[in-house]
Structure formats: C-alpha cells, structure tokens
C-alpha cells in the first residue's frame, strides 16, 4: 500500500508540473478585427506575450472577434466558444454593454478570470476594466471644437452606434461642454449614428452634409470608423480643408493624412496597443492570483499638426504593428 500511495503521490506531482509548464491559452476579444485600433490592441497583446515569455511565464494568446463591430450575436458566440474551450483568462472588447453581461457572467462563474477593455460593462463582476476615460476624451474634443469655433457657429455630432459604451461616453462629453462652454453654439444633428464600417459612415454624413452643409460650421466623429467616412464625405461636398472645422476621435492611416492635408483640425487619443498589452497582463495576473486595480486609466490626449511628430506620440498615431503582428 506504502507503495501504491507513494505512486500516486510522484504521479499528481509529475502531473501539476506539467499543467504548470503548460502555456496559459488567453483569449482576446475585440469588438472588430478590421480597424487599425483593434490590430494595435492586438500587437500590445503579443508584445505582453513576448514579455511574459521573458519572465518564464507562458502564455498564447488567441486573437478573434466579429468581422463587423455591429455584429452583437457573433461576438457572444465568440465568448461562449471560449468558454467551452476552458480557457485560462479572456480579455474582452464588449460590443454591447449589456448584451455581453451573460456571457462575461458564465465565464466568471465558471472560474475564467475576464478583463474588459475599451468599452465598460453593465456589470462589476470582470476583474478589472482597462480604458481610456472616454468622457473626458469627449471633453477634450468639445473644448478643441469651441475654441476653433470662436464659441459661436453650428455643429454636427455623429454619433457611432446603439450600445457601444465607449462611444456613447464620448459623445455625452462633448455634448456636456459644449452646452456648458459654448452655449451660443448650435447643434444641427446630435443623433444620428455612423454604424459600423468607413461606409455606413460615410453614406450618414453624405446625407447631413446634403442637409446642413451650407450652413455647418464644425463637426465631430466619436471614432475611427466614423471619422474617416465624415473625412470622405467633406472631402466629396467641397468642405474640407478647414472651411469645416473637423475633430475626431482615434486615429488612423486616414485620419493622419487628413491632419497633414489640413482636412482636420485635430483628434483626441488614446494607446490601443498599451490597452492590449494591459489587458493581458492583467488577466494574468488575476489568473494568478494577484490583486489587480478594479480599474487601470491608460490616458487621453488631443493630437493637432503641430504635436503630431512629437516622440510622445509615437507609438500611438504610428504603432510599430509589424514588430508584433508579422
């Protein structure tokens, strides 16, 4: 018997050691696979990868999300996959702030660490939440957008999409300065949303151009996506370079040739590739053990043709996207 229990003894400890030698498998969700926000989220994610590795910690990270940022559905499906698959922690870019509840509750309850990044949750339940304070950035814009206005003159705010809290939290932002702050000027629209992709976006702004555009004097895209088909359509009515003044948020190949071009007039900021890389490292330690803050505040700034070659903002209007994801 004294022989038997010494067996099994060599055998749970042979076999804790290889789980332990195991790679952690954390799956990192984004709200779209497309923009180039998202792919620099994914390059912070293999940069922590890398650094971990370093460390002697292993992990792989599993990059996948819905195609298109509209599709909810998928995006569950994603979670739930993961779920099934038992992995270790997860790292989420919520496209809905309710919608994704269940789902980050089944993964919770399940004993996988989650993450959010990005865009908050309806609930508290996550270990942490990795994000820019959005409706500061909205702040930020607003105050950019006034001041270039003289306080007077009329605006167009396009919104992204229904649901997405990230966007939503910008856009409250810079509702409330500019009602606050510049209280002679006036909103022609505040309530349509771009949808998805470069070209819902741009056929929403086509249509409040062709509605305001003799009288629109400023206007403001809450993110990438929108931004650029509000750049494309300006361009397309005759009303760029300045004769509307254009502020956005994110960047982006487009969005920083339309500064250079003098076709926009600035954009507020965040690091989507220090939100990736956050994220995983967070995850993991959660999965570790470690405390981790409930919330972790990567910053905000405002980029204009004159910082934009700064070596601070480097990383972020040119992330180094080939060193990690080639």
Not at 84 to 99: E, Q, T, Y
Not at 126 to 135: E, G, I, K, P
């Amino acid at each position: 018997m004294k022989t038997c229990f010494k067996f099994l003894t060599v055998s749970l400890v042979l076999a804790t050691a290889l789980r332990a030698a195991e790679p952690l498998n954390i799956a990192v969700i984004p709200k779209g696979t497309t923009h180039e926000f998202w792919k620099s989220i994914h390059a912070g994610a293999v940069k922590a990868q890398r650094e971990l590795a370093a460390s002697g910690i292993a992990i792989n990270v599993i990059w996948k999300g819905p195609l298109k940022e509209d599709d909810r559905e998928q995006q569950v499906q994603v979670v739930e996959n993961f779920i099934g698959r038992h992995v270790d922690g997860i790292v989420l870019a919520p496209l809905d702030s309710k919608a994704l509840v269940a789902p980050v509750e089944t993964a919770v309850r399940g004993k996988i660490p989650v993450v959010i990044i990005d865009s908050g949750l309806a609930t508290p339940i996550a270990a942490s939440f990795v994000a820019t304070d959005n409706r500061e950035g909205g702040r930020i814009a607003a105050r950019h957008l006034g001041q270039l206005l003289g306080g007077k003159g009329n605006v167009i705010l396009l919104r992204y999409q229904v649901g997405s809290n990230s966007t939503e939290e910008r856009e409250e932002g810079f509702l409330e300065v500019m009602k606050k702050d510049f209280p002679a000027i006036k909103f022609l629209s505040s309530d349509q949303h771009a949808g998805a992709t470069r070209d819902s976006a741009k056929r929403v702004a086509e249509t409040l151009l062709s509605r305001y555009g003799a009288t629109v004097n400023g206007v403001f895209a809450s993110n990438e996506s929108a931004a650029s088909g509000m750049l494309l359509a300006l361009r397309d009515a005759g009303l760029a370079g300045g004769k509307v003044k254009f502020v956005a948020f994110d960047s982006g190949e487009a969005l920083n040739a339309g500064l250079q071009a003098g076709d926009l007039q600035g954009f507020v900021v965040q690091n989507p590739m220090n939100m990736g890389y956050l994220g995983v490292k967070t995850v993991v330690a959660a999965i570790r053990g470690e405390k981790v803050p409930a919330r972790i505040d990567i910053g905000v700034g405002f980029v204009t043709k004159e910082n934009f070659n700064d070596p601070a903002m480097a990383d972020i209007v040119h992330p180094p996207l080939d060193q990690y994801l080639k």
